[in-house]
């Protein structure tokens, strides 16, 4: 097998990933900037070690190792991660159908999940993102996060319950301040 070979299997096998590993590490690092170096970084990684790669899901072969590099990335860059909010695509619905007030709602309302989410600790991030962004099945998020069914899905259960907790509250103190600002 000749290196172009291998080359051509690792992009037709992990390239058709790469919007899910920069999502990932976009949530997990919480910059665009460091989850592109994250996934370069990643993709690396997955190319170095190909050879290993025993066919089956490749997604959650290469979620993995785009995991393992944010952690790793999380670890020296812990001091700057209180700075960093999520805001890409925040008017990525602008150009949908509505009036401009729906609209201007709408994107209120994914910045609230968004900053929600954001907040949430990291593990229920991360299970969160694998089932609700991308879609991936229990047994492939327990492949990707190293965990047994039976942990992820209680993690995941955890999260919807802190996410919805979270929106309550937000939701709660902005109906409160509307309220008083307006009496």
Known sequence: ?????????FESKMLPHLNAAYTLARWLIGNAQDAEEAVQDAYVRALRFFHEFRGGDGRAWLLQIVRNTCYTQLRKTIPRLSDTTFD??????????????????????????????QELPLNYREVLILREIEGMSYGEMGKVLNETLANVRSTL????????????????RQNFKSGASCG
């Open 157 to 172: 259960f955890r999260a919807r319950q802190a996410l919805k907790k979270r929106l309550m509250e937000t939701t709660s």
């Open 1 to 9: 097998m000749t290196w172009t070979t291998s080359s051509e299997t």
């Open 88 to 117: 890409e695509e925040l008017h990525v619905e602008a150009c949908v159908f509505g009036t401009p007030e729906t609209v201007a709602l709408k994107a209120a309302d994914i910045q609230l999940v968004r900053i929600a989410i």
